[in-house]
C-alpha cells in the first residue's frame, strides 16, 4: 500500500467525476443540448438578417454558455454530499482545497469544454467571420473554466438547501459578468479591427485569480454547509 | 492518545451535552451510549471536526485537532450512517477511490482481497445500485481492512448486517484493538470484544 500524494489525489477525484459523468451520460448532454437549443433560437427568433445576426453573435453564444454552466452546477456538489462522499472527502489527508479543484476541474472538462467544442459550430448559424470564430474560442476557453470556478463557490453555499438551483444562479450569475464582458469584447474589438489583447489578458488573469482563490473559498464553504 | 476536555454540542438552541470529558488510549474501545437524539452522532461528528463544539477541547497527541487538521485526519477513519458509495462505480472502484481518499493507494489485487474477506466474491465488478443494502454496507466496511488510520470512530456500523458480518466486524475490532488501535463507536446491537474491556461512555 502506497500513500496518495497531493497530485495524485487530485487525478483520482477528476478520474472518479469522468468515469461517474460517463455513467451518466444524460446529465451532460442535457446541459449541451440546451447550450446548442438556446442559441438556435434566435436566429429562428430574429430572423435571417445577417448583419444583425453577426452583430450579435457573440453576446448570444456566451449568455447561452453562462446559462448552460448553471444548469448543472447544481449537481457539483449535491451528490457527493447525500450519499456522503463529501464527509470522507473532508476527513482526507490532504488539503480540501486540492480536491475541490480536481472536481471544479472535472466539471469543466464535462460541462464547459463540450460546449466550447461546439461554439464553432453554432457561429457559423450566425455567419461569423474564421477570425471572430477563433476568438471566440480562445476567449470561451479562458472564460468557461471561470464559470465553473465561480460557479462552485455558490454550489457550496447552497449545498443542502430546497429551491437552492434559483438561489445559485442569482448569487453566481452577477459574479459571472465580468467574463461576460471580456469575452465578448474580444470578438467585438477583432470584428471592428481592433487589437484584442487587452481582452484576452484581462481574462486571462481572471483565470489566474479564481484558480488561486475559488479552491480555497469554496473549501470554506463546504466546510460551513457541513455543519 | 485521544482526551476530551469540557466538550458541550448543541444542535439550534438544544443543548446536546456540557461538561463532558474523557481519554481514550492506544488498544482501547469505547462504546457511547444513549436513546434516541441523545447527542451521540454529534458527538462522533465533533470528533471528526465536522461540528465546531460550542466549548472545550479535542486533543490528539497533545495538540489541538483544530491545529492539527490533516495529520489528525491521517491517522482517522469516519464511518458515519452514509456509506459514501457511489452507486454507478463497482464495489472494487468504490474501494479504491474511497481508499485514495483516505491516503491509501490500493492496487486491484489488495482491493480485491479486502473484499472477498468482506464476503463479496463476485461481486467485486458489479455495480453497487444492484446489491443490497447489507452488501452495501459490506462496501464501505471494507475500507476498515485497507486503511492504517490509528482511531476508528465507527457510528453505527453493524446497520443492515446480517450474523456473519457482525461477527466479522467484531474480529476486525479485536484485530484492530491488538495493534494498540483505538475505537470509539455507537451501536444499538449488541458487540462483543474479547481481550479488553468495553468502556461506555453514556450521554443523557
Redesign the interface.
Known amino acids: 500500500?502506497?500513500?496518495?500524494s497531493m497530485l495524485?489525489?487530485l487525478l483520482?477525484v477528476i478520474r472518479?467525476d469522468l468515469?461517474?459523468a460517463m455513467?451518466?451520460r444524460a446529465d451532460v448532454l442535457t446541459t449541451l443540448i440546451f447550450f446548442v437549443m438556446v442559441v438556435s433560437l434566435f436566429p429562428l427568433g430574429v430572423g435571417p438578417e445577417m448583419a444583425m445576426l453577426r452583430k450579435m453573435a457573440a453576446g448570444v453564444l456566451w449568455v447561452a454558455a453562462l446559462l448552460s454552466s448553471m444548469l448543472s452546477l447544481g449537481r457539483l456538489f449535491s451528490?457527493d454530499y447525500?450519499?456522503?462522499?463529501l464527509?470522507?472527502?473532508?476527513?482526507?489527508?490532504?488539503?480540501l482545497s486540492m480536491?475541490v479543484l480536481g472536481k471544479m476541474a472535472a466539471h469543466w472538462m464535462v460541462s464547459g469544454l463540450p460546449l466550447v467544442l461546439m461554439a464553432p459550430v453554432l457561429g457559423l448559424q450566425f455567419d461569423m467571420s474564421v477570425q471572430a470564430l477563433g476568438v471566440l474560442i480562445i476567449g470561451l476557453l479562458l472564460g468557461t473554466p471561470i464559470l465553473s470556478m465561480i460557479g462552485a463557490i455558490g454550489a457550496a453555499l447552497t449545498l443542502g438547501l430546497r429551491g437552492g438551483g434559483v438561489l445559485l444562479s442569482l448569487l453566481v450569475l452577477p459574479l459571472c459578468i465580468p467574463v461576460l464582458i471580456f469575452g465578448t469584447g474580444a470578438v467585438e474589438a477583432i470584428s471592428s479591427g481592433l487589437d484584442i489583447a487587452s481582452h484576452m489578458s484581462l481574462l486571462g488573469a481572471l483565470l489566474v485569480l479564481a484558480l488561486v482563490f475559488t479552491p480555497w473559498v469554496t473549501a470554506q464553504a463546504l466546510r460551513i454547509s457541513?455543519? | 492518545m485521544l482526551e476530551i476536555s469540557n466538550l458541550a454540542c448543541s444542535r439550534g438552541d438544544h443543548r446536546l451535552f456540557s461538561e463532558l470529558s474523557f481519554s481514550l488510549d492506544f488498544g482501547q474501545i469505547m462504546q457511547v451510549q444513549g436513546a434516541n437524539g441523545s447527542g451521540k452522532t454529534s458527538l462522533l461528528r465533533t470528533l471528526?471536526?465536522?461540528?465546531?463544539p460550542d466549548e472545550g477541547d479535542i486533543i490528539w497527541r497533545g495538540e489541538n485537532i483544530r491545529d492539527l487538521d490533516?495529520?489528525y485526519?491521517?491517522e482517522?477513519?469516519?464511518l458515519?450512517?452514509?456509506?459514501?458509495?457511489?452507486d454507478?462505480?463497482s464495489a472494487l472502484?468504490n474501494l479504491r477511490?474511497?481508499a485514495?481518499?483516505?491516503?491509501?493507494?490500493?492496487d486491484e489485487k489488495?482491493a480485491i482481497v479486502a473484499l472477498r474477506r468482506m464476503g463479496l466474491r463476485g461481486r467485486e465488478q458489479l455495480p453497487t445500485k444492484v446489491l443490497s443494502q447489507g452488501q452495501r454496507r459490506r462496501v464501505a466496511l471494507a475500507r476498515l481492512l485497507?486503511s492504517?488510520a490509528k482511531l476508528w470512530v465507527l457510528d453505527e456500523p453493524l446497520t443492515a448486517l446480517d450474523v456473519g458480518a457482525v461477527a466479522l466486524i467484531q474480529e476486525l475490532i479485536e484485530e484492530h484493538l491488538r495493534q494498540q488501535g483505538m475505537v470509539i463507536f455507537t451501536t444499538h446491537q449488541p458487540l462483543q470484544v474479547a481481550g479488553v474491556e468495553m468502556r461506555s461512555l453514556s450521554l443523557s
Request: one cysteine or more.
Open positions: 500500500m502506497k500513500k496518495t495524485g489525489l483520482l472518479r468515469v461517474l455513467r451518466r451528490a447525500l450519499d456522503g462522499t464527509e470522507q472527502m473532508m476527513l482526507a489527508p490532504q488539503s480536491l457541513m455543519e | 471528526c471536526g465536522f461540528i465546531m490533516e495529520e485526519y491521517a482517522m477513519m469516519y458515519g450512517h452514509l456509506n459514501a458509495i457511489k454507478e462505480l472502484e477511490v474511497s485514495g481518499l483516505s491516503g491509501v493507494e490500493l489488495e485497507v492504517d
